[in-house]
């Protein structure tokens, strides 16, 4: 039964995945994109993480992708003309390719690095809410920090990129 | 018959559990358009549906004419003009997304019921209070506000399939009132939780832990969180009307500026399912709130469940808590409608001021108070 259960999740949240990188129609992509996150939190059940599974579809099915389907809605995007490449773009595509491959590079030296566990010896740090919350305000407390400044800084970059500053002589 | 019963596999037990909640949700859901009327009528001074009678029953001595008055038969008529009316579908919307919204709104208020206890019986061989419930599980709040949050795409999409200005105007206020009242509802239940679990290893979201921890001896034990916490009530109530999109919080609908908001392409069948949807919706939020703030199945404050039916035979005793349970959410359902007929509408604008700029901050300010309060009363 779980295994049946498995394929049908895993086949889930692949085709959707595929889905959302490969289909026109933005509206279609989120879409799929949900699909494909409700796979994932039918995956976490299947491995007895029921607070994650519920976080992940509370925050990122719930929200995350609302946001997303409001935004495409009101933009009403069509994929319009495309810029040329100015200097910064191509600043920021060489940094994003260099990390990528320092991230290829590492993954490729790391393939049998770590020690395989026991399945049943994993510490189920999803399954029960304190130690979820425990493990994120002791051991994970940096890097959730560190993830939150990231996010801060990416939705000051889309209010920078995005807002029109002419006439508005004080920010600037 | 039990013995039949607990012999079948489990998934078909399951789903026989499941299909009878769904088989009680849909009728009272159905009985609430009606009693939505009634109400109606009765607080605007006039005797409301009242006409409708069929040819069999309308004509049974007393019962007939009661049943007439109350307007029974308009329910059924209701019902069957929506089966057989034709199902027209304008040519100008997005096919797939049009046929899907209804059922996107279906599902996820009827998913919900699943983690909701409705009562408690008495269970002999452990002697303690069982609940009555579909599933269990430990991350109870928690899954009805994530399976709750999902029905904000059956406004979207409806909205957006319609293809026409007002439907796309209500399901993008839709969208946003959603998640903007989300949050003011999520940080309301956090004092709850922070009170009903006491330091220690073990942590639980559970609803019925909700319950259990009002239906406890003493002073403190015995009252319920709406007295404890009345502010925290009062938060949840408000989102919850946000939430259910009830008046004065209905923007996705407002007739007055949006003609129907987001279903005015829809007819027949699919617009009543919409309505099942959002009364389903409502009464599951009602029975949360008599969970989390009203003692759930306790029928008055400091007076539990458990020794009143501790003697009595376990279906007697899980009747009896299930009543008073749906008692207080029908009340509930009641205090929407009284509500609606109230209160006027709020204006777009209001509604997200009042949200992100009222709300939020008090449900912020909220949180710290009773955070702090309670370590205090911890530590003493």
């Known amino acids: 039964m779980a295994d049946i259960l498995f394929y049908i999740f895993a086949a889930m949240t692949i085709g959707s995945a595929v889905a959302v990188v490969i289909n026109p129609n933005a509206v279609n992509s989120a879409l799929a994109f949900l699909v494909g996150l409700l796979g994932v939190s039918g995956l976490f059940v299947l491995l007895d993480s029921f607070l994650l599974a519920v976080l992940m579809i509370l925050v990122y099915a719930g929200a995350v992708v609302a946001l997303f389907l409001f935004i495409i809605m009101l933009l009403d995007m069509q994929g319009g003309e495309r810029k040329p490449f100015s200097r910064p773009t191509a600043v920021a595509g060489f940094i994003g390719a260099a990390l990528l491959a320092v991230c290829a590079t590492s993954l490729l030296q790391g393939i049998g690095a770590l020690e395989t566990a026991e399945a049943g010896s994993a510490i189920g740090v999803g399954a029960n809410l304190k130690h979820y919350a425990d493990q994120l305000f002791t051991t994970y407390l940096l890097p959730v920090q560190v993830v939150g400044f990231l996010l801060l800084i990416a939705m000051l970059g889309v209010i920078v990129l995005s807002k029109k500053f002419e006439g508005l002589e004080d920010i600037k | ?380």
């Not at chain 2, 159905?30 to 109400?39: H, Q």
């Open chain 2, 1 to 380: 018959m039990i013995d039949l019963y607990l012999s079948l596999p489990i998934w078909v037990q399951a789903a026989i559990k499941g299909l009878i909640a769904i088989g009680f949700l849909i009728p009272v859901a159905g009985a609430c358009s009606l009693a939505e009327r009634k109400v109606s009528a009765w607080i605007q001074g006039r005797p409301g549906p009242n006409r409708a009678r069929a040819w069999g029953l309308g004509y049974i001595p007393i019962l007939g004419p009661i049943l007439q008055r109350l307007g029974v038969f308009h329910l059924m008529a209701d019902g069957a003009k929506f089966v057989f009316k034709e199902d027209v579908v304008p040519g100008h919307v997005n096919k797939f997304y049009y046929y899907l919204a209804p059922l996107v709104a279906l599902v996820p208020s009827l998913c919900t019921v699943v983690v909701v206890p409705f009562g408690a019986y008495f269970d002999a061989a452990s002697e303690t209070l069982k609940p009555l419930i579909l599933a269990d599980v430990d991350v109870g709040i928690l899954a009805v506000f994530a399976i709750g949050s999902l029905s904000v795409y059956a406004l979207i999409l409806a909205g957006w399939a319609s293809n026409s200005k007002y439907p796309f105007l209500g399901g993008v206020r839709a969208s946003a009132q959603l998640i903007s009242y989300e949050l003011s509802m999520t940080l309301s239940v956090i004092p709850v939780f922070l009170w009903v679990n006491a330091p220690g290893p073990e942590a639980t979201l559970s609803l019925f832990a909700v319950v259990e921890s009002q239906s406890q001896a003493g002073l403190f034990g015995g009252m319920w969180f709406v007295f404890l916490m009345p502010m925290c009530a009062f938060i949840f109530l408000v989102s919850l009307f946000a939430e259910t999109n009830r008046q004065p919080f209905d923007m996705p609908e407002s007739e007055a500026d949006l003609v129907g908001g987001f279903h005015t392409e829809y007819g027949e069948f699919k617009w009543s399912i919409f309505f099942v949807a959002e009364y389903a919706h409502m009464t599951i939020g009602s029975a949360v709130f008599v969970l989390l703030f009203l003692g759930g199945w306790n029928p008055l404050p400091w007076v539990p469940l458990e020794p009143l039916i501790a003697g009595l035979p376990v279906w007697l005793g899980g009747l009896l808590g299930a009543a008073f349970f749906l008692g207080k959410t029908f009340f509930f359902i009641f205090l929407f409608m009284w509500v609606r007929w109230t209160l006027p509408r709020f204006r777009y604008d209001q509604v997200m001021r009042l949200g992100w700029q009222k709300l939020l901050p008090l449900a912020i300010a909220n949180v710290i108070f009773y955070a702090l309060a309670i370590a205090v009363i911890e530590r003493s």
